[in-house]
């Protein structure tokens, strides 16, 4: 069973940096990609930022140029620094870890239990 411990997040005024981390336990696939998504009050969830085990990460529009994910194969930990925060980035960011095929096909995902980034004005 995999299981997912998300630490950091917290408050910060705008233009501020957090750093959140998330650390995988069980039995984690070579395939298996790792990252951040995020949900705001009354909007679905949406990925932020993604990166499998080798080859480039994957941002949404709405971070790029301001958050940089980066892995830690040999640990199965992920992390995203956030810069340049704004207000609309506030929402609950879970870490999500998706297992694919040997055909990179979806598989298996897990969610860690969310953190709450709050960026004020």
């Known amino acids: 069973q995999v299981q997912l411990v998300e630490s950091g997040g917290g408050s910060v005024q705008a233009g501020g940096s957090l750093r959140l981390s998330c650390a995988a336990s069980?039995?984690?696939?070579?395939?298996?990609?790792m990252g951040w998504y995020r949900q705001a009050p009354g909007k679905q969830r949406e990925m932020v930022a993604t990166?499998?085990?080798?080859?480039?990460?994957a941002n949404a529009d709405s971070v790029r140029g301001r958050f940089t994910i980066s892995r830690e194969n040999a640990k199965n930990t992920v992390t995203l620094q956030m810069d340049s925060l704004k207000p609309e980035d506030t929402a609950v960011y879970y870490c999500?870890?998706?297992?694919?095929?040997?055909?990179?096909?979806?598989?298996?995902?897990?969610w860690g239990q969310g953190t709450q980034v709050t960026v004020s004005s």
């Open positions: 069980g039995s984690i696939s070579s395939r298996a990609a």
């Open positions: 990166k499998t085990r080798v080859g480039s990460p």
């Open positions: 999500h870890l998706q297992i694919f095929s040997a055909i990179w096909t979806r598989q298996s995902d897990y």
